[in-house]
Each structure stands twice: as C-alpha cells, then as structure tokens.
C-alpha cells in the first residue's frame, strides 16, 4: 500500500511541470487587437511556460457591423496575421471564414471599433456577428471573450474623439457603461479581456504616454501592458513577476505595467471598475 502511494506522488510530481497550455487564439479586430497581441503577447506566454497560437484578423479601424457585413457576404477585405513559435506570417486578401477555419480557435475575441466602443447603439449586429463566427469555427468547445479597449490620450485632437467631448475619462467611462450593459445582453462571452483598466491604471503610475499617437499604444509601454492583460487572462497565471520584458523598458516599468495588468484582471473578475 506504502509503495502504491510512493508511486503515485512519483507520478503526479513528474507529470505536474508539463501542464503548460497550448492555446489558440483568434482576434477578430483590428489595430487595437494588432496593438495587443502581435508582439510581446507570445514571449510573456513562453515565459512562464507557456505557447500560444496568434491569429489576428485585420482591417484597421474596423468595426463589428463591417465584420459582420465582411462575414455574410465572404469578403476576401483581411490582412491575416499569424504568429506560431514566435514568428509571424501575413496573408493578404483573406477572408474571415478562411481565417476562422484555418486553426481549431480555443478562444476568439471580439471588440468593437475604438471610436465606437462607448457608443451602445453601434453594438446591435454584435450577437449576429458572434453567431455567425460560432457557425464556421471547428472547436465546438470554443470560448468567446470580449476585448475592452482603451480610451484615448488627453491630448487627443481628431474628430474620432468628439463623441466623448475630448474626454479621456467621459470615454473610460462610457466604454465601461457600455460593456457592462451591452454583453450580458448578448451573453456568452466567457471572459473580458480589460486592456482599457490596464491601461488606464498604468496612466496614473507613468503618466499619459502609452500611446504613440493619442490612440493607438506606444511601441514600449503601451503595447506591453497591454500584452501583459492578454496574457494573464489566456493562460490564467499571474502575470507579476514574468521574465519577460523588450530591451526598451526598464525593470522598474515591466513591474508597474505588470502589476497594472493584474489589477486590470482582478478588477474586471471582482466587477471593480475605476470610477471618475
């Protein structure tokens, strides 16, 4: 009986280190899906174990009633990026049901065009387009989860902003109100992946930098918090204190983008939302 259960601890410690995860993952976006996940998202993920399968359906600027006028009618209007052992490949012209059917997706994410994702009446194709989605995907365990962007720098000047009066927190805000109201109306999504909290969490630590443009992430910072959130929520592990950080941050950024990450997550998971 003593040798059984010696064998058996043998056998559960030996075989514990190899559940590592091999995930697939799809982005149905655009530049914000591009911002989070082409680089940095894989190294943290091999990091700690880890490997992931990238893909990122692109249309800058795209939209969820273009997606799903793109996927009802078969356009071939995608920039289809690929990211497998760390390396991407780009396929042009591709369409989205070719990109849905080249992998068994563990999970897709959604998210809505940036100047619109605090506008709730631009969400009424949503549950059409993630049917739609689920009709042609080959994992019939697939997991949809929901990407929450991120609001604009303060200093944002283009019209895109107006809806929001210039107002980086009248956005935040807007965008928080709109997810929590609008996808438990639509419903199963197994997850939200909170890039905006991230990142305005980082803002107040490192000050309002993380964007090259005053939408789109910074190379360094930005993107990196907000690869961060993608991982900690796909592979379920906390992201504090991963070795993996670009040449252009230092160590003392890494840690703060991290640890906003992990807030960003525990936040979103406890129903915790920064309120202005």
Same mark, same amino acid.
């Given at each position: 009986?003593?040798?059984?259960?010696?064998?058996?601890?043998?056998?559960?410690? &030996?075989? =514990?280190?190899?559940?590592?995860?091999?995930?697939?993952?799809? %982005?149905?976006?655009?530049? *914000?899906? !591009? #911002?989070?996940?082409?680089?940095?998202?894989?190294?943290?993920?091999?990091?700690?174990?880890?490997?992931?399968?990238?893909?990122?359906?692109?249309?800058?600027?795209?939209?969820?009633?273009?997606?799903?006028?793109?996927?009802?009618?078969?356009?071939?209007?995608?920039?289809?990026?690929?990211?497998?052992?760390?390396?991407?490949?780009?396929?042009?012209?591709?369409?989205?049901?070719?990109?849905?059917?080249?992998?068994?997706?563990?999970?897709?994410?959604?998210?809505?065009?940036?100047?619109?994702?605090?506008?709730?009446?631009?969400?009424?194709?949503?549950?059409?387009?993630?049917?739609?989605?689920?009709?042609?995907? &080959?994992? =019939?365990?697939?997991?949809?989860?929901?990407?929450?962007?991120? %609001?604009?720098?303060?200093? *944002?000047? !283009? #019209?895109?902003?107006?809806?929001?009066?210039?107002?980086?927190?009248?956005?935040?805000?807007?965008?928080?109100?709109?997810?929590?109201?609008?996808?438990?109306?639509?419903?199963?999504?197994?997850?939200?992946?909170?890039?905006?909290?991230?990142?305005?969490?980082?803002?107040?630590?490192?000050?309002?930098?993380?964007?090259?443009?005053?939408?789109?992430?910074?190379?360094?910072?930005?993107?990196?918090?907000?690869?961060?959130?993608?991982?900690?929520?796909?592979?379920?592990?906390?992201?504090?204190?991963?070795?993996?950080?670009?040449?252009?941050?230092?160590?003392?950024?890494?840690?703060?983008?991290?640890?906003?990450?992990?807030?960003?997550?525990?936040?979103?998971?406890?129903?915790?939302?920064?309120?202005?």
């Amino acid at each position: 009986m003593k040798k059984s259960a010696v064998f058996l601890l043998l056998y559960l410690f &030996t075989f =514990l280190p190899l559940s590592a995860k091999v995930i697939k993952v799809l %982005a149905v976006g655009n530049s *914000f899906s !591009q #911002d989070a996940v082409e680089q940095y998202l894989y190294e943290l993920a091999e990091a700690q174990g880890d490997s992931l399968i990238i893909g990122n359906a692109y249309i800058g600027g795209c939209s969820i009633d273009t997606h799903y006028d793109n996927l009802l009618n078969e356009k071939p209007a995608y920039i289809y990026r690929k990211v497998v052992g760390g390396v991407k490949a780009v396929r042009r012209k591709a369409t989205l049901q070719s990109i849905i059917r080249d992998e068994q997706w563990d999970i897709i994410t959604l998210q809505q065009a940036s100047q619109l994702s605090g506008v709730s009446s631009s969400y009424s194709n949503l549950a059409q387009l993630k049917r739609l989605i689920q009709s042609y995907t &080959t994992n =019939l365990h697939v997991q949809f989860m929901w990407h929450m962007t991120w %609001a604009y720098a303060e200093d *944002f000047t !283009q #019209d895109r902003f107006a809806p929001y009066d210039y107002d980086q927190r009248k956005m935040y805000s807007a965008i928080v109100s709109t997810m929590q109201n609008v996808l438990p109306a639509v419903g199963g999504f197994s997850r939200i992946i909170p890039s905006g909290i991230a990142i305005q969490l980082a803002r107040y630590r490192l000050g309002d930098i993380l964007n090259r443009d005053g939408f789109h992430l910074s190379y360094a910072l930005g993107r990196y918090t907000a690869a961060c959130t993608w991982c900690e929520v796909l592979t379920g592990r906390i992201i504090d204190g991963n070795r993996y950080w670009p040449a252009t941050i230092s160590t003392e950024e890494a840690a703060i983008c991290q640890q906003a990450a992990h807030e960003a997550v525990f936040m979103q998971q406890s129903g915790r939302y920064m309120v202005f």
